[in-house]
């Protein structure tokens, strides 16, 4: 029975271009052209009017198992994504136990693969525990079964500039890259919002632009000096945008994501008091989400992540102060690339949507499997979107267990139709498939 492993797929448009015919067999896109007609007896998929690209890979998702199940699991949160079109995430470290041992990684890894609706790439802790005290065993989990090549204390800065510098040697036998959550814990004491005007308003504690900017100054001078591969969590300012591009004009070996709700929301909102729009890095003014919309396109920031972040409602649902800090992603974060990558007049930028949401996360990521393209050849993990449909948010409706998402009820642009992984479908008709 051929069902599951051969599809005609019928008049899809790659990147929005004319349309073509996609013939898929044995996981890879055996053929690509106008009006194929194959003589067996294979499903079809009439996708006439829907966009195709190449499968969504996350630098950066809380999947919260082991050790949080009751925020999201492996399998929840794999369902979150293939409907948001990803074929691939990063799950990060911050877990409990960390994510700092080759079994550890090897675990999530195989959970991943158990449940089989996207890649669950592992991020390996920079620290042991994330204490920032000595180095997590990199070079076994890079071995290991997982072959962990992000390595991430995120959640937390990696403060001591020494443990930084060896941490971005290490990883450069194996092509490894350190992604830094830039904050300078000295300088955010206690911080709930973005520090400004504002923040002295509503009596919030604030988190200076200048906590982020100067871990990215050091952290790029420290890639410089020693010649290695450093990505930068959710860039969030202005300035950081600046330090990025000077960096990039000077050779050094650097890139950088931004999150959806860094893309679309400012710091405004806190003014509800809602915890919902409780985050790190903190929303920030008008002029960084401008700033941070300018750099995706020009490719100073090089891709959008999620920061996929579930936490149980008692985690969210209290008081501002006492809020755990994070918003839910991966099911809308297609709709905000749409959203910042397009003219304004409808004219929607594909091929950069392509770029920032699967390309440059796979290359990043050293993923060979993600981020092709659709070839021939090519493995068949892509995703086809709806452009004419819209979604209206509903928190009830996410198939991830966070209910913590910033978009409720909000007409978000496009939909996903299906998403394929390696040629099976892991989404059909807007649906998970298993
Ligand atoms: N972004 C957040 O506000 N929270 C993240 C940690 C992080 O990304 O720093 C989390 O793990 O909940
Ligand atoms: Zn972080
Ligand atoms: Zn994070």
Same mark, same amino acid.
């Given at each position: 029975m051929t069902a599951q492993t051969e599809w005609l797929i019928k008049g899809l448009r790659p990147l929005g271009n004319d349309p073509v015919d996609l013939h898929v067999k044995d996981g890879v896109i055996a053929a690509i052209g106008q009006d194929l007609v194959l003589d067996n007896d294979i499903q079809t998929l009439d996708a006439t009017g829907l966009?195709?690209?190449?499968?969504?890979?996350?630098?950066?998702?809380?999947?919260?198992?082991?050790?949080?199940? /009751?925020?999201?699991?492996?399998?929840?949160?794999?369902?979150?994504?293939? =409907?948001?079109?990803?074929?691939?995430?990063?799950?990060?470290?911050?877990?409990?136990?960390?994510? /700092?041992?080759? @079994?550890?990684?090897? &675990?999530?890894? $195989?959970?991943?693969?158990?449940?089989? =609706?996207?890649?669950?790439?592992?991020?390996?802790?920079?620290?042991?525990?994330?204490k920032g005290e000595r180095l997590a065993e990199l070079g076994a989990m890079a071995d290991s079964a997982a072959r962990v090549r992000v390595f991430s204390d995120d959640g937390i800065c990696v403060g001591d500039p020494g443990l930084m510098r060896r941490a971005l040697e290490y990883v450069k036998a194996f092509d490894g890259v350190i992604a830094q959550h830039a904050e300078d814990a000295r300088l955010t004491g206690g911080a709930q919002? $973005?520090?400004?005007?504002?923040?002295?308003?509503?009596?919030? !504690?604030?988190?200076?632009?200048?906590?982020?900017?100067?871990?990215?100054?050091?952290?790029?001078?420290?890639? &410089?000096?020693? @010649?290695?591969?450093?990505?930068?969590?959710?860039?969030?300012?202005? @300035?950081?945008?600046?330090?990025?591009?000077?960096?990039?004009?000077?050779?050094? $070996?650097?890139? !950088?994501?931004?999150?959806?709700?860094?893309?679309?929301?400012?710091?405004?909102?806190?003014?509800?008091?809602?915890?919902?729009?409780?985050?790190?890095?903190? =929303?920030?003014?008008?002029?960084?989400?401008d700033a941070l919309r300018e750099a995706l396109r020009d490719g100073t920031i090089d891709i959008i992540a999620t920061d996929h972040a579930p936490h149980a409602v008692e985690d969210k649902e209290c008081e501002w102060a006492y809020a755990r800090p994070g918003m839910v992603g991966l099911e809308q974060a297609l709709s905000i690339a749409i959203m910042t990558l397009s003219d304004g007049n409808g004219a929607v930028d594909w091929e950069s949507i392509a770029r920032v949401t699967s390309i440059d996360p796979a290359r990043i990521g050293q993923l060979t499997?993600?981020? &092709?393209?659709?070839?021939?050849?090519?493995?068949?993990?892509?995703?086809?979107?709806?452009?004419?449909?819209?979604?209206?948010?509903?928190?009830?409706?996410?198939?991830?267990?966070?209910? $913590?998402?910033?978009?409720?009820?909000?007409?978000?642009?496009?939909?996903?139709?299906?998403?394929?992984?390696?040629?099976?479908?892991?989404?059909?008709?807007?649906?998970?498939?298993?």
């Open positions: 966009v195709g690209l190449p499968g969504l890979v996350d630098l950066h998702t809380h999947l919260r198992e082991p050790g949080r199940e /009751d925020a999201e699991t492996i399998e929840t949160g794999s369902r979150a994504a293939a =409907l948001g079109g990803y074929t691939a995430v990063h799950a990060m470290a911050n877990t409990d136990p960390v994510a /700092d041992t080759a @079994g550890v990684v090897e &675990q999530v890894w $195989n959970i991943g693969r158990h449940v089989g =609706l996207v890649d669950v790439i592992p991020v390996g802790a920079v620290t042991t525990g994330l919002m $973005n520090e400004g005007v504002l923040s002295g308003k509503l009596g919030l !504690a604030g988190w200076p632009s200048v906590a982020e900017e100067s871990i990215i100054a050091r952290d790029c001078l420290l890639a &410089q000096h020693v @010649g290695s591969r450093l990505h930068v969590c959710h860039v969030s300012t202005a @300035g950081s945008v600046e330090l990025i591009r000077w960096a990039k004009s000077k050779g050094i $070996n650097v890139t !950088a994501e931004v999150t959806p709700h860094h893309l679309l929301l400012t710091e405004d909102l806190a003014e509800s008091y809602d915890p919902v729009y409780k985050v790190n890095p903190p =929303l920030r003014r008008g002029e960084d989400v499997e993600h981020g &092709q393209g659709l070839m021939t050849g090519a493995p068949a993990s892509f995703v086809l979107v709806d452009p004419a449909q819209s979604q209206t948010v509903d928190p009830a409706r996410l198939a991830s267990k966070g209910r $913590n998402t910033p978009y409720a009820g909000l007409e978000l642009p496009g939909k996903v139709v299906a998403t394929f992984l390696r040629g099976t479908p892991t989404v059909l008709d807007g649906k998970v498939t298993k």
